[in-house]
Nanobody, 125 residues
């Protein structure tokens, strides 16, 4: 059974940085493209960033481009989201997701097969 465990969330001031981590267990990590999504109170879950199984390709939501960086360490079965220049509007629960590489890679949450429990990120103004 695939398990995703996120860590690294917390409270940070406007302009600060955080790095989220997500460790996958139960399957071969390189079987999956990986993504980060977020959900703010009263809003729908939205795509943040994604990375292919081999780390060669990435994609970002327009609002986080230039501030967030997704990366993965296949030796550690872990995907990261480095978040810099955080803004109050980045406040949300952040979810890690894994989608089998045999399906189309993309920003659609329906392409992902497994989800973590979420980690809270709060940016104060």
């Amino acid at each position: 059974q695939v398990q995703l465990v996120e860590s690294g969330g917390g409270l940070v001031q406007d302009g600060g940085s955080l790095r989220l981590s997500c460790a996958l267990s139960g399957r071969t990590f390189t079987s999956f493209h990986m993504g980060w999504f977020r959900q703010a109170p009263g809003k729908e879950r939205e795509f943040v960033a994604t990375i292919t199984w081999d780390g060669r390709n990435t994609d970002y939501q327009e609002l986080v481009k230039g501030r967030f960086t997704i990366s993965r360490d296949n030796a550690k079965n872990t995907v990261y989201l480095q978040m810099n220049s955080l803004k109050p509007q980045d406040t949300a629960v952040y979810y890690c997701a894994a989608g089998y590489w045999t399906t189309a890679w993309g920003t659609d949450a329906r392409k992902y097969d497994y989800w973590g429990q979420g980690t809270q990120v709060t940016v104060s103004s």
